[in-house]
C-alpha cells in the first residue's frame, strides 16, 4: 500500500486535512499527518506532532511558541519538516507528499518537498501557484496546483480541486511505489549531466554525441539560471554518474549580477558528490541581461550585444574574467572527486571568435591563467587546448576524458 504524507497546519486547516486524509484512504494509500503548525495540537490527524518536527530542527517547541515570533516559527517547522520527510522517505516509509496552504504554508511545505530526491511525488495545492512560484519549486519536480478558491474550508469548488489533488497524488504515490518494490532495469548506461548555451552548441553536441556511442545517457541542461541548479540538484540526488560541464556562464551572471545566475554554489555539487566531471570555460565571456533598455546604468559605457528583443549580453572585462578564473580553480581544488578541465586558447563562446563582436584575447587569457595558476600542484588535470571551444575536436576530447574518469572511478559502460 502506498504511503502519502499529508504535510500542514492541522490546527488551521484541520478540515481540510481531514477530509483529503479521508480522500487519500478510499484511493487505497495509508496516510501520515505531518503537523507543521508551531501552535497545532495535532486535531487528531498528526502522525508526527508539532513538537517532533520543531525537534527535527533543533528546536523546542514550547520556547518557539514562547517567542511569539511567525516569520521565526515558519522558518524552523520548514527546517524540521524537511528533516522530516527525507528521513521517513530513506526508512523507505514515503511513496508521496501532499500539501495544502496560502503563502505561510506553502513555503514550508515547498522546502520540505524539495528535500525529497526527483521523482518523489510532490504535490502542494496553493492560493501562490498562479504567481511567481520559484520559492516554492526550487529546482525540484514539486507538481504546484491552484486553488482557485482560498484554503478555508470544503466548499463547492475547493471539493473539486482537493479532490482532483488527492487523486493525482494517490496515482503517483502508487506508481512510486511500485518502482520501489520491483525496480525496473533500465535499458541505458551511466548518466551524464551536460551544460550548454546556444553558442556552445557545437562543443556539446560533439560531446553528446561521443558519449551517447559510448553507451552514456546524456542529460544536457540550458546554462539559463534555472538550468544550471537543476542539474546540481540532480548530481545532489545522486541520479547523475558524471558532469560534462562546458558551459559555465552562469558564473559570470553571479559575478557581475546578469539575470541568469544559479547562485554563488554553483560548479559544487559534482565536487561535494565526488563524482567524476570535465570542466571548461564555455561562454564565460558574457553577461546576460534582458531588454537593452533593462541594462542598469552603471554599465552604460560596456560592450554590449543585443542577441534579440529580450536578451541582451555584455562582454565580461579582463578583471572580471580574472576573477571568474580564480572562482573556478578555487571550487574544483577543492573536489572530493576526479576533476579534469579543458582550456580553450582561442575563444569560449561562439561570438568570442576573430572578428567577433565579443573577441576579447586578453580578457580570455586572463581568465585561463587564473585557472592555471590557481590549479598548479593540485589534483586536477588541465588541458590547454590550441582550439576554439567550439572547434572540431574539442567537445570529443572533452568528452573521453570524462570517459575515461568514470571508467577508472567505478563507473561502467
Sequence with gaps: ???????????TKQVEYGWLRDRLTEAGCAVLGVDVGPFSDGGGLADVTAAEVASAAGTDLDELRARNDRGAAMEV???GAAAVVARLYREGRLDGVLAVGGSGGSSVAGRAMRALPVGVPKLLVSTMAS????????????TLMYSVVD?????????LVLGNAAAAVAGMAAAHERRRAEPVEQDRGPVVAATMFGLTTPAVDEARAVLTDLGYEVLVFHAT???????ESLVTSGLVDGVLDLTTTELADDLVGGVLTAGPQRLEAAGRAGIPQVVSVGALDMVNFGPR?????????RRFLVHNPTVTLMRTTPEEMAELGRRIAGKLAGAAG????????KGVSGIDVPGGPFEDSAADSACLAEIRDGLAGSAVTVHELDSHINDEGFGRAAAEALHGLITKHGGHV
Design 338 to 345: 576526479p576533476v579534469e578541465v579543458f582550456l580553450p586558447a
Design 293 to 301: 533598455e533593462s541594462v542598469p546604468e552603471r554599465f552604460a559605457d
Design 1 to 11: 500500500m502506498p504511503t502519502v504524507a499529508l504535510l500542514g497546519t492541522f490546527d
Design 225 to 231: 539560471g534555472a538550468g544550471g541548479r537543476a542539474m
Design 77 to 79: 517547522m520548514g527546517a
Design 131 to 142: 504567481g511567481d512560484v520559484r520559492p516554492y519549486v526550487g529546482d525540484v519536480d514539486v
Design 151 to 159: 484554503i478555508s474550508g470544503v466548499n463547492s469548488v475547493s471539493r
